[in-house]
Each structure stands twice: as structure tokens, then as C-alpha cells.
């Protein structure tokens, strides 16, 4: 469009919208933005330039351009609406859990905000819904991570992970493997460490092994747990000499 009337390029910007065509709407609104900027025209082409996107499915620009939008526009009628638009896209390119969650904490993060800033929102439950599946990815990945340690005998390392990890998701369905797994870990770290550390390192295999009895003793893991906790026992013996 190569017209200087900007007046017949908005025009024809809004039509391309309408019609569907967000690709050419795209093209003319990033050329009148600068030319409208500080009228209340700027504010319309901002938000349809956010839904060019959307529409597109490119939704890590939509995200950021709503995110703009709200930011240039704070008390715009529509300020709610892009906000939630621009979590709900940060959402949509959230990956499976075994990649960087990255993008998964910025749409946590947009989410909790649009909660704090619109407390009484009809999408106050939707907000929620993503918030849990999100906080359920970063359970998945904590998991998922401190079993590679264990997997790769890192042991050390998997103990720690599976600790954080049970500290800060506490009512994990992972719960009972990940106890097991890290009462294992704490039993083969101990049992190959130095003798300086042994000692210390089987009793926190005594504490691992409570830890997960207490409430997992019916469990079908719960004769394996008792077999390390026997084991265990019979090399503290060596330092009650």
C-alpha cells in the first residue's frame, strides 16, 4: 500500500482486519503506528496489531504486543482483555515439561498479575485452571530432572533435587517414587562415600528411610525400603564399635 494518505491506509488496514487478511493488516498497521502515535487512533491500531498476530498463531509476539498494549495503554477499556490475552499466549507456547520452562514461568507470572489486578474478572477460573497445569508442568519437570541425577548415578545431586522437589510440591501424585528413589540415592551415595562422610550420610538414609515408611508402608516398594534400611543398619554397625 503505497498511498501517503494515511487517513485511506488506516481504512484500508482495518478492512484487510475484517476480512480476515491479518497478514497485509499486519504490514499497514506497523507503518501507521508511528504516524498516529499520541492520537486515540494509536490506541486501536495497537490492539488490532496484537490480534494480527494472534490471529496468526504467532502467539510469543501476540503475548508481547498484548503485554505492550497494556503497558502504553494502562487505562484502556480493553486493558483486562489483553492482559489476559497476552498470558494466555505466553501459555500456548509453554512446552512439554522436559524443555526450558522459561516461557511457562512468564505466563504463570501473567497470569498471578492479572489475578492481583482483577480480582473479580469473569476469567478469574480460567486463570486458575492454567495456573494449576502450569504449577503441574514445573512439578513434572522437578521429577523429571531429579531422576536424570539418579538415573546417571548422580547420587549427591538427585538427593538434593528430589528434596527440593518434595518441598516445594508436597502433594505431588510423585510423591511415593520420589521418596523411594531418594532414599535409594541416599543409601548408594552413603555406601560409596568416604569414611569421613559415611556415618553422617547412612543416617540421613535412617531419616529417608522414616521418612517414607511413615507414610508408605504398605506400599508394594515398602520391602525394598526395609531391605535398604537393614542394609544400612548393618554398616552403621561399624561405627558403634
Avoid: W
Avoid at 533435587?161 to 510423585?174: R, T
Amino acid at each position: 500500500m503505497k498511498s501517503p494518505d494515511k487517513a485511506f491506509r488506516l481504512e484500508k488496514a482495518k478492512e484487510y482486519f475484517a476480512n480476515e487478511d491479518y497478514e497485509k493488516a499486519k504490514i499497514l498497521i506497523e507503518d501507521l503506528i508511528p504516524l498516529y502515535r499520541g492520537t486515540a487512533v494509536n490506541e486501536e491500531l495497537y490492539y488490532m496489531y496484537g490480534y494480527t498476530y494472534f490471529y496468526q498463531k504467532d502467539y510469543f509476539s501476540a503475548s508481547s504486543y498484548f503485554q505492550l498494549f497494556g503497558e502504553t495503554f494502562p487505562k484502556s477499556d480493553k486493558a483486562e482483555e489483553v492482559a489476559y490475552l497476552s498470558a494466555k499466549c505466553a501459555y500456548f507456547e509453554s512446552p512439554r515439561y522436559s524443555l526450558d520452562q522459561e516461557i511457562s514461568k512468564q505466563a504463570l507470572e501473567k497470569f498471578q498479575l492479572f489475578l492481583e489486578n482483577y480480582p473479580n474478572s469473569p476469567k478469574v477460573d480460567s486463570c486458575n485452571f492454567y495456573i494449576d497445569d502450569l504449577r503441574l508442568k514445573f512439578e513434572q519437570k522437578a521429577f523429571h530432572n531429579a531422576k536424570i541425577y539418579y538415573n546417571i548415578e548422580e547420587y549427591q545431586a538427585s538427593v538434593v533435587a528430589f528434596k527440593n522437589a518434595l518441598k516445594e510440591f508436597p502433594a505431588s501424585a510423585n510423591e511415593e517414587e520420589m521418596r523411594f528413589l531418594m532414599l535409594d540415592a541416599s543409601y548408594r551415595l552413603a555406601s560409596n562415600s568416604v569414611e569421613s562422610k559415611k556415618e553422617r550420610r547412612l543416617r540421613e538414609t535412617i531419616v529417608a528411610y522414616q521418612n517414607y515408611i511413615d507414610k508408605f508402608a504398605n506400599s508394594k516398594k515398602a520391602k525394598d525400603a526395609e531391605n535398604i534400611y537393614s542394609k544400612t543398619l548393618d554398616q552403621l554397625e561399624n561405627f558403634n564399635l
